[in-house]
C-alpha cells in the first residue's frame, strides 16, 4: 500500500495571504489527523476527521480549518497567515480498527516571510 | 488534562551499546495507548513500538523494548545494540482507548556515535 501523502512538500507564502494543504491517507484509512510541530511548541494537535466529519479539535485559532472528502483526503486551510505559522505540518492516518496506530506522512514545511 | 513529559531532550549513545529514553504521562484513565515514535533526521515519523495500559506485559520490538510502570505513570524505552540508524528524535505519546487526540511528549533527541 502508499503511504501517507502531503502536498505540497514545501511553502513559502507571506504575511495576511491564506494557504491550502492536502493530505492522501492510506487506501481504506477513514480517520485523518493534523498536527503542527515547531522547535518551540513540539508537536500540537490540530484537528481530526473521521468520514468526512470533525471528531476532534485541538487549541487553534478559528484560522485553521479542515475539512475531509468522501475519499478521505483531507485538506487544511490556514488563513490571514502569521510569522507564527511557521511550521512542519504533518498529516497522520489510521484505519480506527482498535490497533489506533497513526500512519504519518513527510509533512508540509510552511514558511512565512 | 493528559500531559506527557521527557525529561531528557537530548542524549547519545555508542554504536552497539544500550540506551533507555524516560517518559512519564499524567491521566485520570485507566485504560488507554502509549507509543513511542521515531523522527530521523529525513522527518518521517513512524511507530517503534505500542504499549495497551490494560497488558501487564512489556511490548518488545526486536531490539526495542519499554518498562511500562502504570502505577508510577512511567513508560521507558530501551533500545538494545543501538544502530546509527536510530539516531533520531523519539516522542513519547498517549491516547486514550476511546478516540480522543493523541498527546505527544517534548521529544528526546538521541545521537548514536560511531
Known amino acids: 500500500k502508499a503511504g501517507v501523502t502531503q502536498t505540497p512538500r514545501y511553502l513559502i507564502k507571506t504575511r495576511g495571504q491564506q494557504v491550502t494543504l492536502s493530505c492522501s491517507p492510506i487506501?481504506?484509512?477513514?480517520?485523518v489527523s493534523w498536527y503542527q510541530q515547531t522547535p518551540g511548541q513540539g508537536l500540537q494537535f490540530l484537528f481530526e476527521y473521521f468520514s468526512e466529519t470533525q471528531r476532534n479539535k485541538g487549541n487553534f485559532p478559528g484560522r485553521f480549518s479542515g475539512r475531509q472528502f468522501s475519499n478521505s483526503r483531507s485538506e487544511m486551510n490556514v488563513s490571514t497567515l502569521e510569522l507564527g505559522d511557521s511550521a512542519l505540518y504533518l498529516c497522520?492516518?489510521?484505519?480506527?480498527?482498535?490497533?489506533?496506530?497513526?500512519?504519518f506522512g513527510p509533512g508540509t514545511r510552511l514558511t512565512v516571510l | 488534562a493528559q500531559t506527557v513529559t521527557q525529561s531528557q531532550p537530548e542524549m547519545s549513545v555508542q554504536e552497539a551499546e544500550t540506551v533507555t529514553l524516560s517518559c512519564t504521562y499524567d491521566t485520570s484513565e485507566n485504560n488507554y495507548y502509549l507509543f513511542w515514535y521515531k523522527q530521523p533526521p529525513s522527518r518521517q515519523m513512524i511507530l517503534v513500538i505500542r504499549?495497551?495500559?490494560?497488558?501487564?506485559q512489556n511490548a518488545t520490538e526486536n531490539r526495542f523494548s519499554v518498562n511500562f510502570q502504570k502505577a508510577a505513570k512511567s513508560f521507558s524505552l530501551k533500545i538494545s545494540d543501538s544502530q546509527l540508524g536510530d539516531t533520531a528524535m523519539y516522542f513519547c505519546?498517549?491516547?486514550?482507548?476511546?478516540?480522543?487526540?493523541?498527546?505527544f511528549g517534548p521529544g528526546t533527541s538521541l545521537s548514536v556515535i560511531p
Open positions: 487506501s481504506g484509512h477513514r480517520s
Open positions: 497522520a492516518s489510521s484505519a480506527w480498527t482498535g490497533t489506533n496506530e497513526q500512519f
Open positions: 505519546a498517549f491516547m486514550k482507548l476511546t478516540y480522543d487526540k493523541v498527546i
Open positions: 504499549q495497551e495500559a490494560y497488558k501487564q
